[in-house]
Nanobody, 123 residues
Framework: QVQLVESGGGLVQAGGSLRLSCAASGGTFSSRAMGWFRQAPGKEREFVAAITLSGVSTYYADSVKGRFTISRDNAKNALYLEMNRLKPEDTAVYYC????????????????WGQGTQVTVSS
């Protein structure tokens, strides 16, 4: 069983930056691909970014590519999402997720989820 706890969300003005963190425990973090998803009110959860086991390869939704950076520190069992040039449409609850060996953009392929952290971007 893997436990995931997100932090770092908050209120930020459009154009600003936030760094989200996800602390993992209770499992083999370095043996799992990880991802970030987000969910806005009234909308389905959507893929944001994913990262492979080693952290060498990353994948992004088109809506965030070039603005967000996913990274991991396997020594610290930590996942990060650096968000730059934030837009009001980035407002959502952001979730980190743990999968298996393959990085994926599909939420059904992730087995463990954090509680989420709210990101609100004001215009």
């Amino acid at each position: 069983q893997v436990q995931l706890v997100e932090s770092g969300g908050g209120l930020v003005q459009a154009g600003g930056s936030l760094r989200l963190s996800c602390a993992a425990s209770g499992g083999t973090f370095s043996s799992r691909a990880m991802g970030w998803f987000r969910q806005a009110p009234g909308k389905e959860r959507e893929f944001v970014a994913a990262i492979t086991l080693s952290g060498v390869s990353t994948y992004y939704a088109d809506s965030v590519k070039g603005r967000f950076t996913i990274s991991r520190d396997n020594a610290k069992n930590a996942l990060y999402l650096e968000m730059n040039r934030l837009k009001p449409e980035d407002t959502a609850v952001y979730y980190c997720a743990a999968g298996d060996k393959w990085a994926s953009r599909f939420s059904d392929e992730y087995h463990y989820w954090g509680q989420g952290t709210q990101v609100t971007v004001s215009s």
